[in-house]
């Protein structure tokens, strides 16, 4: 019987160049694994988050790393007499392979090599059984295969701010729901924080200020205005045009009635002209209603009723805080005369395309974050003009480009209990803007509508209102604490 | 080159040395088998026991079985080196004086040297040329001595007084040391019977010649022995040492020197044989546990602590062999 020894050197050379590939493979995966593990979980507890495809890349390379481990593991010369002497002890040769391999190395008599054959018999070497991977190559293989599928989680996770936003918003969720207001009442409507109020409270001699701006109509109309539906991405001054261009116009037209005087019987050719040229640029508004009204009645009566309606509609439009709410505080009082209180139209659910609803809803944190890129760091037109279509509603908004009307509603507050729960779990998307009071847009029922804020409207408001220079850092400080130093 | 028909022949001649010699000795079958691996191996045994265990009877039973030439030296203090290597002596012949060589019991195949510490130093080193060299020097003249040449040395354990105990150069030239134990009650009757009925003890009669025993010693060198197990022999050897690493905690207390590298050359050699005795066509991991520690347990030096604990050398080296990995 002769023992096939290039056979068993053959077979044992590919079984220990596998198993020092797995265990050069186990260590690779256990250290990049494990260091992959280690960033992901160092920038989840930093608050931040790795996109996917960073996370991705990373388990990748670990992955990689552990192939490029196993073969040059398996490139590397194996040391034959110890690999034939542990085949010899696992398969109880008696050191007679190992015998064999020096007799083919360094020759010798044939008698040796024949009796050494016939011992052996027809020896069946099972390389699995006789080079079995080691243990800690299992141990390592097993830690890094459980480090990878703890990256995996970890690259899912959401950031550790999301969560504790969440968290925060679930919990508020809980509590009773407070009753949404009219936007115009007075008061605080808007619920706060805990740590708003705290701020509220240390300020002090300023209090009294600060809770006058923060009570206001515009001011809380300005917070809950802005949803992921009707985000009003102008900046001040785009909405002082704006206010101004509407203000022009509203005194082009009081000084057109004017010009007819207290009695008109009948409108000339000329006036009607003019006033139908105005009214075209109040697309939608009840005031052109009322003009179109004027110049196509018939007779004096209907043309006196139509001028004095038209003419107690624009002094309600020239003298909004006097006429919007008789509940109205001192502070309403000071408004600046012609200041027109404005309210952003809500939005015609189906003025929307799937896109925007969907992009509106917020779903996904790219989204969130092109949100907050619009409102806090593009003051340009460029993003003046999605935010405005979307205000106005589609392609109607673009036939009158120049004007935008603010059309005066009422508040668009809903009460709405938004399902959540203290804790990790819950179907709270992660891009919920950070210390933003509890509100819901406008017309939204569900919990993951995007709560935000428009801060430029905001600004718009606040600097309208007059706050006086040396209460702004006051108002600034309560909007830094209930934001939490978020945008 | 051997051949099949040499191994067989030489296996042969073992055999029938093994039953030889054990038709007359009782027992001892280590100490046989440590006397024929010094044969197989050309080296020299020591053999440590009290007297009266049959030492000499095993020596001259082998002696004869081989049909080598025997001579028996008995050491004493007073015995000089010229006395075991031989001496110019003057002779006279026709008138004529002249100085002739006269062989000293040196001059033999099988050489006896029973209670060898019993010799001062001067003499115990007229062995070492004998051992080491296989010659004599007497004079400016070197006598080459008769090959096979093996010399088997008794020591006596106990009384150690006005002994001279071996140096250690001169033991480490020894390839084996076999311990001679009391035999069992068995054994005892049965020497007893042989010794006592019928014509008492009768020596065997030859069963191998001076060729025999060269090619036997050619095909147990031949024995291939892994190169894996060779390191291992290395390592055995090296855990030895009280500062190697790899030493047993016992080393490193009661350990002064470890074995020599002649200890690692003496433990292949002797695996090889056992393999050889043992039918073997190659060493096994056995066969190097068989010599292990006969083969090691007379290279390895005491230190102060352990003389005095009277720990064992056998028991030092069972702690290095299983402190040790084969692989």
Redesign the interface.
Known sequence: MVVDLSGILQTVDQRARSVRGARLAAQALFATSLATLAVLTGVWLAGGHLSAGVSATLLAGSLSSATVGFFLGRRQRCDL??L???V??AAGT??????????R??G??P??R???EA?LGDLTVNARQALPLARSSVLLLSLGAAAIALSVGMSMLPSRSARDDVVRVAAETQAPAPTAQPALEPGPKLPRSTDADAVRADVGPSSDVLERTVSTPELDGALSMASGQTVLSADGEDLDELLAAQAALLSQLSEQLDGLGDTVEELSAEDAAALQELASQLPGSPLRDAVEELTEAADPDAVQEALDNLRDMLSEESAPASSGSSEGDADRETQVPGESPWEPPEPEPDSLSPGDAARASGQGPDDADDQRSRTDSRPGSAGESPGVERMLGGEESREAESVVHLERREPAFYDVAIEGQIGLEGEFEEFVTRGVPLETAAGSTEAHQVLTVDYDALRAVLEQRSVAPEDRETVRRYFEAITQGGT | ????A??ERAAGVLEGLQQAIFSVIVGHEHVVRAALIGLLCDGNVLLEGIPGLGKTLLVRSLATALGLKFSRIQFTPDLMPADIVGTDIITETDGHRTFSFAPGPMFAQVVLADEVNRATPKTQSALLEAMEERTVTVGTTTYPLDEPFLVLATQNPIEMEGTYPLPEAQVDRFLLKAVVRYPSLDELVTIAERNTEGDGIILPQPVATAEDILLARRVAR????????RRYIARLVLATHPAHPNAPASVRDFVEYGASPRGAVALIKAAKAQAFLMG???????DIEAVFTEALQHRIILNFRGEAEGIGVAGLLEDVWRATD??
């Open positions: 007499p110890r034939l002497l542990r010899d002890l008696e050191e007679r392979l190992a015998a064999l391999y020096e007799l190395l360094r010798g008599a008698t040796y024949s009796r050494i011992a | 080159m051997i051949t099949e040499d191994f031949g024995i291939p022995i892994g190169a894996e197990l073997q066509a190659s060493v096994r991991r056995a084969i692989a």
